[in-house]
Each structure stands twice: as C-alpha cells, then as structure tokens.
C-alpha cells in the first residue's frame, strides 16, 4: 500500500544544529505500517535527507525533507522524486512554468504528460473556461486556452528564450510525477539532438 501524503518525524540532537548541513543529517527508518507505506510483517523503510531548511516554528532546528526508501536502498513506490533524472542544468518551476524550446514531443505524450498531470483533471479540461480539452494538444502565443501557454517574450526578436506555461497539472498533482514526466519527455528531445 502507498500513500503520498506529507508526513513528520521528529528528531532532537545536542549542539548547534543551526552549523548543520545535510551531510549531518543520518538515514533514518520508521515504521512503513503506520504510515500505509509497507505491510507488518516487512514495515521498515528508510528516509533519505534530500534537503535542509531553517524551521521558522522553532529555535535552533532545521525542517528536513527526506525521500523514503525500501531497506535494500531501492526508491519505495510512493517516491516519484526518485524518478526524476539528475540534471543540474534543467530547472522546473511548479506554477506549471517550464524551460523548455519542444512542441511535438509534449503533443506525442499528451496522455502520458496528462496520466501525471494529477487526480480528475476530465473534470477541470473542458475545453472551456481557458483550458484545452483533456484529448488535444495545442499551443500559442499568448492563448490562455490552449495547452501550453507561449508568452510573448519567449519569441520576441526570434530569441525563444524563456518558460513556456503548460496550464495542464492541476494543484493535486504530485510535484515530483510531473517533474519526473516532463524530464522524460525534455530528455528524449536533447538525445534526438545531439
């Protein structure tokens, strides 16, 4: 069973946790049963520390974001950041902004793109009220309406620099599927042109 809720654990260390970097921060198991992630009779899993940011709750502490893993150190299935290749060079902004200069190709993967966009998106496409409908493709300059969003930035003086909007993912959708998604399709762009 997997659930991707946001969940917390607490930890307390002696010392000046405020010098820590995420090189301090250990591995750590819990209990998968508790949280729906594995089964009783094999609960463990693990929580890699991924990135660290001061807690504005509380003094001297640090919020930890963590991805979980099964013990053998493989990705658990609720881990969609682990599906996300290493590419330090491409950056995604989640407010369905992203760099990207490749059209037929996110026409090509609508209904994959779509798939991990998030949860009744049938309900929010229409075609109406400025979207695209769920089983088309579109885009243009400036087009609330289609489904990628090409500001008039991005072409002028023929430059096509800048983010292009995919206006598809919807506010449920897991950050990392999307990301995970859209690396994919970006990926198989650059291979094609090198």
């Not at 001297?60 to 974001?65: E, I, Q």
């Not at 919807?170 to 198989?188: C, F, H, L």
């Amino acid at each position: 069973m997997t659930s991707t809720n946001l969940r917390g654990k607490t930890c307390v260390k002696e010392g000046d946790v405020e010098k820590w970097s995420l090189e301090d921060c250990p591995l750590w198991g819990f209990d998968g049963s508790s949280t729906r992630q594995a089964e009783g009779k094999s609960s463990d899993c693990i929580l890699k520390p991924v990135s660290l940011y001061p807690d504005s709750t509380r003094k001297n502490a640090f919020l930890v974001m963590c991805e979980v893993l099964m013990p053998d150190g493989k990705p658990h299935p609720s881990n969609a950041r682990a599906t996300i290749e290493e590419d330090a060079g491409f950056w995604v902004g989640l407010e369905q902004e992203y760099f990207l200069k490749l059209m037929d190709k996110f026409e090509e993967y609508k209904d994959e793109h779509i798939a991990a966009y998030g949860p009744d998106n049938h309900m929010r496409l229409t075609g109406l009220h400025e979207t695209q409908s769920i089983d088309k493709f579109s885009w243009g300059i400036a087009v609330r309406g289609a489904s990628i969003r090409v500001p008039h930035g991005f072409v002028k003086d023929d430059a096509y620099r800048g983010y292009l909007e995919d206006r598809r993912p919807n506010s449920k959708g897991d950050p990392y599927q999307i990301v995970s998604r859209v690396s994919k399709t970006v990926a198989e762009v650059e291979a094609e042109y090198k």
